[in-house]
């Protein structure tokens, strides 16, 4: 609004004269307490925001944006895609900001990456009508930057692994590489922001071991990408994780559930200590610790027979692992 506009509304109301009010009219009025917003608007000190309904075809996803788009799926999505339907659309608007240099798109997404990503298939599945809520901001790179990490830290749906690449990424790109800097402005611990930089540094092929790479927790990614620092160590981890690659791809075929998280990160981590027990033996599975927890004893035709340790502080899931190990090498 204009400095007229807003002297016309103070012209308005002194129409009443310089007397004072009365008890009675001590209250501000409602045209005073308008003509004070809307003079706070004009002098800059409150910014107003402006909402638009578009199509989601005429964003682009910011560069610096936390989330995996390419890893986006109507699975990951579906708690999103049933809310937009039962309450007839999106209530919690994107933040997006103008483009200049694409004449293909006018916005591009600096927050709701999963709300763009949900609004464009419900668009190509039986709900054309739907439409990209959007709030318009005009913010430089870091400021975009800060508003994002914001709004994801407050979502349990963006995995350990975006946010340490994105961190990553914004370590350079705003802070000129300096961890401390990065960490002030981000009222972040130096030590947790170190953690998740080093996790970002987790080779591609370490990654393809997990079935979903949204399963890796900062403890686990930290330790591996630790371990990966030392070349010698990094050859016999990626060597690991091509066995369990392969593993996880025959189950994917035969239908059988994928290797758990932390039995992946257990094989990985143990990938340097030897897989033959004191007496010759095949240990089949591995503490954090070294200390074989399941090794094979015999093998006598279509017997075989193995010895557990209950007390080496591995989970169900890693015994069992262990023994479908077992079975697999027996049958093939």
Known sequence: MSRKQVDYLAGLLSDEGDEA????????????????????????????????????ARC?????????????????????IDSLIAEGGQKVPAIVRRVKDDPAVDFEVLAGTRRHWSVSWLRAHS????????????????????????????RADI??????????????????????????????SKGWLSKLLTMALLPDPV????????????????????KCADENMKALVLREASHITTEQRQRAQDGSPPIEPGVVVRRLLTADITRVGPRGESVLVLAANGKAAMTLQSRRGKVITLRVDLGAGVDRAALIEGLCTAMADQSS
Not at 23 to 46: I, K
Not at 140 to 150: G, I, T, V, W
């Open 21 to 56: 009010p009365s008890p009675a009219r001590s209250r501000r009025s409602p045209l005073l307490e308008r003509e004070s917003a809307l003079a706070r608007v004009a002098s800059g000190e409150v910014r107003q925001v402006t909402e638009l309904r578009i199509d989601p």
């Open 60 to 80: 682009r996803i910011w560069a610096g944006n936390g989330r995996a788009y390419d890893q986006l799926s109507a699975a990951r999505c579906q708690d999103l």
């Open 127 to 154: 709900y054309p009508d739907m439409v990209f809520v959007v709030q318009v901001v005009d913010i430089d790179d870091e400021a975009a930057f800060r508003l994002a990490d914001l709004e994801n830290r407050a």
């Open 159 to 188: 995995s350990d692994l975006e946010r340490a690449r994105n961190y990553r990424w914004a370590l350079d790109a705003h802070y000129g590489g300096v961890q401390a800097r990065m960490a002030e402005r981000l009222k972040l």
């Open 207 to 226: 990654v393809a071991a997990f079935a979903d790479p949204a399963s890796i927790t900062i403890r686990g990614g930290y330790e591996l990408a630790a």
